[in-house]
């Protein structure tokens, strides 16, 4: 849904201004390259922080703790 919405973003740009379009096509493979980078640390992080959660509430989860469950609206 979000690719079909971007193409339709990109249309609508390109019918009111075509050079910005064209410019945004070009660059946008680029600025993909630029951020990865950024995208892989963001992974890196929030799985180093899982670990850290996970190591710390061992004891807890040994002595028996369980998390509440979620609600299903939730």
């Given at each position: 849904m979000g690719a079909l919405?971007?193409?339709?973003?990109?249309?609508?740009?390109?019918?009111?201004?075509?050079?910005?379009a064209l410019l945004a096509l070009v660059l946008w493979p680029l600025v993909w390259?630029?951020?990865?980078?950024?995208r892989l640390l963001g992974i890196t992080f929030a799985a180093l922080f899982a670990f850290l959660r996970a190591v710390l509430f061992l004891p807890a989860?040994?002595?028996?703790?369980r998390p509440a469950a979620r609600a299903a609206g939730a």
């Open positions: 919405l971007a193409l339709l973003v990109w249309c609508v740009l390109f019918v009111l201004c075509w050079p910005l390259l630029i951020v990865l980078p950024f989860r040994l002595l028996g703790w």
